[in-house]
């Protein structure tokens, strides 16, 4: 079945960016997310990108993919305490179904 | 404000003892569905729904039970729920329609058998 895998954790000193990394199997993939989860709460979408498309930015964030290799990434420039959280992949296939990886722990200390 | 409203947020119950996690949603979402998350194995779909009526498995539906009577909301049933049912549960929904469009979550329902 599809699978979609991250790294588990990250660590950062405050002011660096950020490159959170992720590969899915399945080409027919129509979008790809990103989410964050911090403590206690739910996940927020943070972006999305098409997959015919190469790269999207949205402020500090920068999405890259390369869908020849089914790698996707995610660049938080300046990345600040803030930012600490668990950080999910996701697909798109079909009608409305979404595969999440098991998340990334980005740890940004001072 | 468009949200998705889960109840509980805290579980606590004991084996075999019914119970159903309730949620709701305010944006006219075709598609709702229900995930948990679990340590090392991130989330995991359950059952999912495209509209009213119609309900399918996700990946892990053994134990539970859905319904989809109204469009806005998908309650969660656990029959005779197990130590193993533990897990923290998140519903989400979507329009199902449009450029990127992602689940709104809801803000997660700690369950706990003992």
């Known amino acids: 079945g599809e699978d979609v895998e991250q790294s588990l954790f990250l660590s950062v000193r405050e002011g660096d960016s950020s490159v959170i990394n992720c590969t899915y199997t399945?080409?027919?993939?129509?979008?790809l997310y990103w989410y964050k989860q911090e403590p206690g709460a739910g996940l927020q979408l943070l972006t999305y990108?098409?997959?015919?498309?190469d790269m999207k930015q949205d402020q500090r964030l920068t999405v890259l993919l390369n869908k020849k290799d089914k790698h996707l990434s995610l660049r938080i420039a300046d990345t600040q305490t803030g930012d600490s959280a668990i950080y999910f992949c996701?697909?798109?296939?079909?009608?409305?179904?979404?595969?999440f990886g098991k998340g990334t722990m980005l740890l940004v200390s001072p | 404000e468009a949200q998705v409203t889960q109840n509980p947020r805290y579980l606590i119950t004991v084996t075999g003892k019914k119970l159903t996690v309730t949620c709701s949603q305010n944006?006219?979402?075709?598609?709702m569905s229900w995930y948990r998350q679990d340590p090392g194995l991130g989330l995991r779909q359950i059952y999912y729904?495209?509209?009213?009526?119609?309900?399918d498995k996700g990946d892990v539906p053994e134990g539970y039970k859905v319904s989809r009577k109204e469009k806005r909301n998908f309650p969660l049933i656990l029959e005779s729920p197990s130590p193993n049912q533990t897990s923290l549960y998140f519903c989400?929904?979507?329009?199902?329609?449009?450029?990127?469009?992602?689940?709104?979550f809801g803000s997660g329902t700690r369950l706990t058998v003992v």
């Open positions: 944006m006219n979402h075709e598609y």
């Open positions: 989400a929904s979507s329009s199902g329609t449009g450029a990127g469009d992602g689940y709104t």
């Open positions: 399945d080409s027919s993939s129509t979008y």
């Open positions: 990108i098409f997959s015919n498309m």
């Open positions: 729904s495209m509209n009213v009526e119609v309900t």
């Open positions: 996701a697909e798109r296939l079909g009608y409305s179904t979404l595969t």
